[in-house]
């Protein structure tokens, strides 16, 4: 018994050697993982075999997605493939503008000298009844607007008052006619014209600010002339006191035209459309003769020169 057991102490002791053996690499090799885990844990990364074959996966390699992956796909470069085209180059665009920056308006006021027909009468006329009045100098107001096409050319719908006075001379030899010179009934007047044209504009800049323009146009004119009388009126508290009162008129529609040129100054800056301006124009309006069988209509056709300062955009 005891040799037989002698015989196999070699054989046993040889597997307690490996047995012992294949125990310590086992413990060496979970010892190792555990410090690596640790190693990873303490840096913030954490890595598993999902990880590993998502990371070393043909479609990660490439830079495509992966389902399981928990690496972000690296941004798109800004400059890899420009926007709005321009094949990299910024694209130019023009300096914005609004859209009222088109519409054109302005506002004047000035006075007019009437010229040609309007500066005489005949006192023979006058002794036959045809009222065909001398002007005097008035004062005139203009309004309108339109649309700038662009920046040196624009076109208006104007409105345009003109009043005129009578001459003295005039009235002088028309009440001495009607017998009411020097008395408190004496004649007096006045002669309106109002129109609507339309006028183009240019302008012709010296400088950044300043410069010159041109402009003209026609259209319809009306002229409208009173024979007024002093009439004594009172007010509330018992002061009574003449005023002129229409006590005759005529009236005449008629086609006209208009031209003239213009200074203007940007006194809101360079970039503004707004300017102040000044402009002398001639006014021709085809108004009709007195005749024996109208002695109603005027003095003919008649020109005026006003002068306007005002503020356009």
Known sequence: ??????????????????????????SLNAAAQTTAAADN???????????????LSTDALLGGSSGGSSFAEPAA??????????????????TY????SHIAFEGGFGFSAPIGNDTKFSTADINNGYLSPAQSIGYGITVGGGWNFTKKFGALI??????????????DALNTAEGTSGSGASIGGNINTWS????????????????????????????????????????YYGDCFDVPETVDHFSSNQGG??????????????DSNGKF?????????????????????????????????????
Not at 41 to 55: F, K, R, V
Not at 257 to 267: M, S
Not at 286 to 291: D, H, I, L, M, Q
Request: proline content about 5%; aromatic content about 18%; charged content about 15%.
């Open 1 to 26: 018994m005891v040799a037989n057991r002698d015989r196999n102490c070699p054989q046993l002791r040889r597997m307690l050697i490996a047995v012992s053996a294949f125990a310590i690499g086992f």
């Open 41 to 55: 844990s303490a840096n913030g990364q954490s890595y598993s075999s999902s990880n590993y074959s998502s990371y």
């Open 77 to 94: 470069s800004a400059s890899a493939s420009p926007q709005y085209g321009g094949g990299g180059r910024r694209s130019s665009y023009p």
């Open 97 to 100: 503008e609004s859209r009222f």
């Open 158 to 171: 104007e409105y345009q008052f003109l009043r005129q006075g009578m001459s003295n001379d005039y009235l």
């Open 196 to 235: 609507f044209t339309i006028d183009p504009i240019y302008y012709l800049p010296f400088s950044h600010k300043s410069g010159a323009y041109v402009t003209g146009g026609g259209g319809f004119y009306r002229k409208v002339t009173n024979f007024t009388e002093p009439v004594e009126s009172c007010d």
């Open 257 to 270: 035209v208009n031209g003239g040129v213009g200074f203007y100054h940007k006194v809101f800056g360079e």
């Open 277 to 313: 301006y000044a402009e002398v124009r001639y006014v021709w309006v085809n108004s009709p003769v007195a005749s024996a069988s109208n002695s109603y209509q005027g003095s003919g056709t008649e020109g005026f020169i006003p002068v306007t300062f005002g503020i356009r955009f």
